[in-house]
């Protein structure tokens, strides 16, 4: 699978990347009401991968659905639409939509990243309905948030990239997303894990080559996500 955030809204099925290697189409994260991009300076490389901070730009819930619907009914591809958890009532208006349309096999969840784990059971219970829900946890906070999901009725957990802060020349730090092949050593010990746990979780992180798939796969994961190694045409 894509992850969110790598291929943009809809399937294109005239781009750069071969779809049908693709088991299912991840959307951009989605909030209820539109996003402006972040202010600043917005990448930056280190060795082994980079930072970004996009501060998820999209036009809101309704203009994207607007825009894509008849994209996904018509995709070959099954369509998992990504959600941001902004609050769980905005969550709950989303996911009551997003049932009535075809081609959306499931909704995918990024909850807030300083979330406390006395609220993910409170974002949980505001998603789960007809379709099957994955819950994307940062990285960083796997481990702390899943005892949060065992035994409970989501589909399955995914791994979304950590964050990090660098110095930039001109003093200062930025903070954002990190991306790039040295996350995998991390990814895929927490994952590890996260399925010795007897949790189902879908893989991601650092995912540059089909060896990095099989490694995630070999490990216990249901599927695996790939983000950066798209924007260069495949893997």
Do not use: C
Not at 81 to 99: I, R, S, T
Not at 125 to 150: H, K, T, Y
Not at 165 to 187: K, M, W
């Amino acid at each position: 699978m894509n992850a969110a955030g790598s291929l943009g809204f809809s399937p294109e099925l005239h781009g750069p990347i071969d779809l049908g290697r693709l088991g299912a189409f991840v959307t951009n994260p989605i909030s209820l009401r539109p996003r402006s991009p972040a202010r600043g300076r917005r990448f930056m490389s280190f060795p082994g991968g980079f930072m970004l901070h996009t501060g998820y730009p999209n036009p809101g819930f309704r203009e994207v659905v607007r825009r894509n619907r008849k994209k996904w009914e018509r995709s070959l591809l099954p369509v998992i639409v990504h959600l941001l958890a902004e609050n769980p009532q905005d969550l709950a208006e989303m996911v009551m939509q997003l049932e009535t349309i075809e081609g959306v096999v499931g909704i995918e969840i990024s909850l807030p990243l300083d979330v406390e784990a006395h609220m993910v059971t409170t974002y949980t219970q505001a998603v789960v309905g007809e379709l099957p829900v994955l819950i994307r946890l940062p990285l960083e906070r796997a481990l702390e948030l899943a005892d949060s999901f065992i035994g409970s009725s989501i589909a399955a957990l995914s791994l979304g990239p950590p964050r990090g802060v660098l110095p930039v020349e001109s003093g200062g730090v930025i903070r954002g997303r990190l991306f790039g092949p040295s996350l995998f050593p991390q990814a895929l010990r927490i994952l590890s894990e996260l399925v010795r746990d007897d949790l189902p979780v879908i893989g991601s992180g650092g995912v540059y080559s089909a060896g990095d798939i099989e490694a995630m796969m070999s490990v216990g994961a249901l599927a695996v996500q790939m983000d950066s190694v798209l924007w260069r045409g495949g893997w």
